[in-house]
């Protein structure tokens, strides 16, 4: 810990001082949602994203829209949850759920987590695999280590560690969105493709990857500890102050990995769509397509948000699940257990050879069924005026909770009953 942080520790700054600096004082509150953005644009998105434009052209544009609309509405109330409390999801499950409840909430929290790790494990994997040739499997190793530094900036504070997220962040921004700008996007099927629609079970599950890839279960339990006790409200200029700041990170964040993730699915429509360019249903071959009908600046500025992608967002996930067996089983493990606990089966999945892309998109649909089980308690916990004090729904805003739960639980369903049933 450097000596600024021990001097910020022994005198911490209080809301009401940041409420007089004005826009710095709001700017040296920002931070939580840029992290939980970085697992909004993780490797699973780079795989469904330009997947779903690669294959059905603009068609699912409209998707991501709505699941960008939904995430900050999800983000919003996770955040409100731990300024409200002091306490963070998964605590607060333990304390209002039955123990099996409990554990059973746990396990499947455990299995997003992996679920989550494997997507961004094999991201840097293929990515460092792109850039400079090494093996999957070793590029798998790379990226678990690197997650663990970004984790080590923790014993700093929380600031370094946002800053090395916000940064990697930027560099995934500037990897996509630099394209788009080259790329001679269809304003008008642009337009249409904002009109919901699907194009057989393909589609749909393409939709619900991207539902899963965007509205992340991880960090809906995460964002509550990124908010829980940072500062306290001492009256209710701060709480407003907080609560004003909270919503402002929220629409940076969230507006950011939205674009970044409409960044993919357009320049994939725009440059593979009703083409004939080989294995664009691949990390591979996209970074060859973007190559051939692009550049070489394309297809690199590609790898080099996809390597971005997966050391931050490995880093994030890795917080998220000793954010979750804290929580639910008031337990923790040492990190490096922890890293490699998650780590393993992706190791796994390099090792036997599965085709990363595929095993990438899976995972997006692992990921979507994992959303009910946090979004549900979340919901019923910030409409509890008892649990959220003053800072309880609106029943606007609990109406809106509740329908986004029903269209994740229904998409899900229907996706269920396509595959495997009609």
């Not at 619900?208 to 500890?225: E, Q, R």
């Not at 051939?292 to 050391?311: H, K, M, N, P, R």
């Amino acid at each position: 810990m450097t000596s600024t942080d021990t001097a910020a520790a022994a005198a911490p700054v209080s809301v009401e001082q940041l409420r007089r600096r004005g826009w710095r004082g709001r700017l040296a509150v920002l931070g939580p949602a840029f992290v939980a953005a970085v697992a909004y644009v993780d490797p699973g998105n780079f795989a469904t994203n330009f997947s779903a434009g690669a294959g059905y052209g603009y068609l699912l544009v409209w998707v991501i829209v709505v699941a960008n609309l939904m995430a900050m509405l999800i983000q919003s109330l996770s955040a409100k949850l731990g300024l409200a409390t002091g306490k963070n999801l998964p605590e607060l499950c333990r304390e209002h759920l039955t123990p099996w409840r409990n554990r059973f909430m746990w396990a499947q929290a455990e299995l997003v987590a992996i679920a989550t790790d494997l997507a961004e494990v094999i991201g840097g994997a293929v990515a460092l695999h792109l850039l400079f040739g090494i093996p999957l499997f070793t590029g798998g190793v790379i990226t678990g280590v690197i997650a663990f530094v970004l984790l080590g900036l923790q014993s700093r504070g929380h600031r370094p560690f946002e800053r090395a997220i916000v940064f990697l962040l930027a560099i995934i921004m500037v990897g996509l969105v630099s394209t788009v700008v080259r790329t001679d996007v269809d304003g008008p099927a642009l337009a249409a493709g904002l009109v919901p629609g699907f194009d057989g079970v393909g589609s749909l599950v393409l939709a619900t990857g991207i539902l899963g890839a965007t509205v992340m279960p991880h960090v809906i339990y995460l964002h509550s500890a990124l908010t829980q006790g940072r500062l306290v409200a001492r009256g209710p200029e701060d709480t407003r102050f907080l609560l004003r700041v909270g919503r402002t990170d929220i629409a940076l964040g969230m507006g950011v990995a939205g674009l970044v993730n409409l960044s993919m699915l357009v320049v994939a429509a725009a440059l593979f769509a009703g083409t004939d360019v080989p294995g664009t249903d691949t990390l591979e071959g996209i970074f060859a397509g973007l190559g051939t009908e692009l550049d070489a600046v394309a297809a690199y500025g590609f790898a080099i948000a996809l390597l971005a992608s997966g050391f931050a967002s490995s880093g994030v996930g890795t917080y998220a699940g000793q954010v979750i067996m804290a929580g639910f089983l008031r337990r923790r493990i040492p990190l490096l257990l922890r890293r490699l606990s998650t780590l393993a089966p992706a190791l796994l999945v390099l090792g036997m050879g599965i085709d990363p892309t595929q095993a990438l998109v899976l995972s997006q649909v692992v990921l979507s069924f994992g959303i009910p089980f946090a979004l549900v308690p979340l919901v019923w916990l910030t409409a509890r005026r008892e649990v959220m004090g003053d800072l309880v729904n609106h029943h606007v805003t609990t109406t809106a909770a509740v329908v986004v739960a029903a269209v994740v639980v229904g998409l899900n369903a229907f996706l269920i009953w396509e595959a495997f049933v009609a």
